[in-house]
């Protein structure tokens, strides 16, 4: 009980927060590159744009930063014997992120915002790129103590703890260096979504043309990489996922004996963790011995083997992570991502057609492709995450074994029903907000008379 | 003993100093933007004054949370768990405060105003008072077996000593927010701000002399204190006289040290110990019974010696930018951001009807 209450905790709270992660990432970005293009242009259509999409971003890290706190906290709270056994190695990418990357984000966010008026441009251009690289960097080190717990790496055993003894090791895990580069894409992925949508919106409902057929340009042209690599990414963290952790890939694809060459199955019915065989299924020959290993007839081993291989290697128990999520997490996500790809490539042409702004259809698509990156990144996470159970750290710690002794199922369910209301209520303020300032109209250009006076200020 | 353990502790000390020095203030003119602030300009006057600063100063308490999981993980764990529905309501109130600063004027309706308000003076309040107990509680000593966990309830948190550490630390916000908003605003906030602070002033000073003497009993075998027990009281004898005397930035200085020397008392009375076990003197968490291993140590060694004087120096840069005082007049009660026009008229009239309410 204690475990399930903890775990629903910390997914819900993690997957509330990474809804506001990417778009920050993404954003800042994004507003950085429309602030560059205003300051080298000086066209106002980019100032007009950065302003729009700065009060965006600044909504949306509010809640993103409050959010982060609570998932720091919670690894004492609810995860004291975890914290215990591994605080020396999981902790120090933590802290290291909070001097290193944190106060860079934040105070410079404070800088940026307020400082319109008071910095000269090239130094207020320069704080929006140090808001955008501390985000990215924040991102880094997160990354690193969770890809930590997917693949140990750059410790020792010592009296049963593990003891950081190369902390380069920790940086340099392969799980780490392409999953950051997967989540980077993904949030610049989610961030060019979120401006195409809002652009498109504008543009169906009278929002200025000359503005808004900027932004939503510039959000294709980084989207359309972006979605391409965060896939080709994917597919190659899949293969190294598929090398440390075979059960994860294993159960993604619902394989329960051990196949070469193995076929890719599109879609099935059946096959989960009860009964093994799928009664119904649509199948590509070879595509999974291609994704899972890079070859042609590459051999994936099966679920029933490796649960006997753990078996034998750490005792008894059930070693098979719940396969339903896995096999319909890997599918919405790449599924999803083929449909934003496809998206993305009709907008390009769009634009070479020169119908961007007049499409209806396009734009009302655009406009509703919002939902598609959320829905990725989230069956993306519970697809790393539900996939290493049952181990908190693979191959070191059961997640049974990581919670805090004597936190009180009374407390969980306290704490719990305390930050689903606290999350329900200030993400529907936080989306009608989101709603509400992205159909706004885009602030008025300055009379040219202003055109040398310094920008005011954004204040609270 | 790697000599690493004991300069973590310093660091962590530091690291939460540094979090009640600047965040005091923040946490005293959330407490007091609707005093100081009449009328929404001033309230808004109020807010701004901290507004480019607060988000950055927030990071102190994040960055010492983490210091305090990577160093010394056992005292992390013990204590997050063990002050469970005390760290829970602390995030709740830190989340409240956190969106009311950038919700608050996002729609130009006073009841949405109202709410947040309200919000951003509770979290303000609760968050202080609540870390105050926390630290009270590491010092004073908690219910702790063995295997260094904690057996007791929500209720044994809040013992006298650890109740009365968390009023002071909220006295002492309050204060240092008033001498804070005296240094930056003008005419009538200015000398209601200060007015706020001569108020204050006196209890702050009865609470901060209890507190120190409560503490050195409490921890401390010699009969004199030692010196940096003298300092806290010396200082807040001092920002109480500078208050009176309307010297705003010795005051606001005083404040500060006060503060900073309150911090600091914890951590020196506590030290070799980072949780006193109220059930046996042997149980108690140490420096040396929750540390991480040397290695872990000298790698976030050589990060915070490079990176915590690089953030000083933003962080005092930023201070700098942003020294002037902010004026109620420059603030309208008209919606906040004036160059963010009205929403077009084809929105939904659910939208425009509860905006209108104003």
């Not at chain 1, 629903?8 to 993404?26: D, L, M, Y």
């Not at chain 1, 003891?163 to 961030?191: C, Q, R």
Request: overall charge neutral; aromatic content about 14%; charged content about 10%.
């Amino acid at each position: 009980m204690n475990v399930d209450l903890a775990r629903i905790q910390f997914a819900f709270t993690s997957i509330n927060h990474f809804f506001f992660v990417p778009v920050t990432i993404g954003l800042a970005i994004l507003t950085a590159l429309l602030q560059t293009a205003w300051h080298r242009s000086r066209r106002e259509e980019y100032l007009r744009l950065t302003r729009f999409f700065g009060t965006l971003l600044v909504i949306n890290i509010a809640i993103g930063v409050v959010t982060g706190i609570v998932q720091e906290f919670e690894f004492g709270m609810n995860w004291g014997a975890y914290s215990r056994l591994v605080g020396n190695i999981f902790g120090a990418p933590l802290a290291m992120e909070g001097l290193a990357a944190f106060f860079l984000e934040s105070t410079f966010l404070g800088l940026w915002l307020f400082g319109w008026d008071r910095l000269s441009p090239r130094v207020h251009l320069a704080t929006i790129w140090l808001v955008a690289l501390g985000s990215m960097l924040s991102a880094a080190f997160i990354l690193a103590a969770n890809s930590w717990m997917q693949h140990p790496v750059g410790y020792v055993m010592s009296g049963g703890k593990p003891v950081l003894n190369d902390i380069w090791a920790v940086f340099t895990n392969p799980v780490f260096v392409w999953g950051y580069a997967k989540v980077i894409f993904a949030a610049l992925t989610t961030g060019a979504v979120v401006m195409l949508a809002i652009s498109a919106w504008q543009l169906r409902h009278g929002g200025d043309l000359g503005v808004f057929s900027r932004s939503a340009r510039m959000a294709l042209i980084v989207l359309v990489p972006a979605i391409m690599f965060t896939m080709l990414i994917g597919d190659e963290l899949g293969v190294i996922e598929g090398r440390y952790q075979p059960m994860k890939i294993a159960a993604a694809e619902a394989q329960w004996t051990t196949c070469q060459p193995c076929s890719f199955s599109l879609f099935q019915i059946g096959g989960g963790n009860n009964d093994h065989t799928p009664t119904q299924i649509i199948e590509v020959p070879h595509l999974l011995s291609l994704l899972a290993t890079n070859h042609w007839n590459g051999k994936v081993i099966g679920l029933t083997p490796l649960q006997q291989q753990y078996s034998q290697q750490f005792g008894p128990g059930n070693y098979v992570p719940n396969v339903f999520i896995q096999y319909w997490g890997m599918r919405t996500m790449a599924y999803l991502g083929a449909l934003t790809l496809l998206i993305s490539l009709w907008g390009l042409w769009a634009i070479y057609r020169k119908t961007l702004v007049t499409s209806r259809v396009f734009l009302w698509v655009a406009v509703w492709a919002a939902v598609l990156p959320f829905l990725m990144n989230t069956a993306g996470w519970l697809l790393t995450e539900s996939g290493r159970q049952p181990w908190i750290v693979q191959g070191i710690m059961l997640t049974r074994n990581g919670i805090s002794p004597t936190v009180s199922v009374t407390w969980l369910w306290i704490s719990l029903i305390g930050f689903v209301l606290l999350y329900g209520t200030l993400g529907t303020v936080e989306f009608l907000l989101m709603l509400r300032y992205s159909r706004k109209q885009v602030p008025p250009p300055r009379a040219p008379a202003d055109a040398d006076t310094p920008v005011p200020a954004i204040q609270y | 003993m790697s000599s690493f353990v004991p300069f973590w502790f310093i660091v962590i000390a530091i690291l939460w100093t540094g979090f009640f020095v600047l965040e005091g203030f923040d946490f005293g003119v959330g407490m007091l933007h609707g005093v100081v602030g009449t009328g929404e300009a001033g309230r808004r006057a109020a807010i701004n004054a901290i507004g480019p600063l607060w988000d950055g100063n927030e990071v102190w308490l994040i960055v010492a949370g983490a210091a305090m999981f990577a160093a010394f993980p056992g005292w992390y764990a013990t204590m997050f768990s063990g002050l469970y529905l005390a760290m829970a309501l602390l995030l709740g109130s830190l989340i409240i405060r956190g969106v009311a600063f950038e919700y608050r004027g996002k729609r130009d309706a006073a009841r949405w105003r109202r709410t947040w308000d309200g919000a951003l003076t509770v979290g303000s309040v609760l968050a202080p008072l609540l870390i105050g107990i926390a630290l009270g509680d590491l010092l004073h000593g908690l219910p702790i077996n063995a295997s260094q966990d904690y057996t007791g309830s929500f209720w044994d948190l809040l013992q006298p000593y650890a109740v009365f550490t968390g009023v002071t630390l909220v006295l002492a916000c309050l204060l240092h927010g008033a001498t804070y908003l005296s240094l930056k605003t003008t005419d009538g906030m200015h000398e209601r701000a200060r007015a706020t602070g001569r108020l204050v002033a006196p209890v702050t000073a009865a609470f901060v002399i209890g507190f120190i003497i409560w503490t050195h009993v409490t921890a401390s075998s010699t009969f004199f204190l030692n010196v940096i027990e003298l300092v806290a009281i010396l200082a807040v004898l001092a920002a109480a006289w500078l208050v009176y005397d309307r010297r705003d930035g010795f005051a606001f200085t005083a404040t500060a040290v006060t503060i900073a020397a309150l911090v600091i008392t914890i951590f020196v009375d506590l030290y070799p110990n980072v949780m006193v076990s109220s059930t046996n003197p042997a149980y108690n968490l140490t420096v040396h019974n929750t540390a991480s291993a040397p290695y872990a140590l000298k790698a976030m060694t050589i990060v915070v010696v490079v990176f915590l004087p690089l953030v000083l120096i933003y962080q005092a840069w930023t201070y700098y930018v942003f020294r002037q005082r902010v004026s109620a007049s420059d603030f309208t009660s008209a919606p906040p951001r004036a160059e963010v026009p009205e929403p077009r008229p084809e929105i939904p009239a659910q939208e425009g009807s509860h905006v209108r309410e104003s």
